[in-house]
C-alpha cells in the first residue's frame, strides 16, 4: 500500500506540474478536478494504511468495546 501512496504523490505532483488546464490524460478533466480526485484518494489511503496498524478493523474494534462493556455489566452508550 505504501508504494500506492507513493504513486499517487507522483501522480499528483505531475499534475500539479502540468501547464495544461485541462488533462487529456484524464480525458481532458480540469486540473483542479483532478488534484481534488487524487488528493481524496490519498487520504483514503492514509486512513486504510492508519487502519492496518491495529490488530482490528473499526468494527472489530466497536464489537470489542460492547462485548468489555457487556462483560462488566456496563451500558455502551449512555
Known sequence: M???LEEL???LN???ACDL???PKYGYSSKEEIIQLIEEDIEELRAELECNQ???TPDEFEDERMFLCVSQGLPRYC
Open 2 to 4: 505504501e508504494n500506492e
Open 9 to 11: 504523490y507522483k501522480e
Open 14 to 16: 505531475e499534475v500539479k
Open 21 to 23: 488546464e485541462y488533462l
Open 54 to 56: 491495529y490488530d482490528y
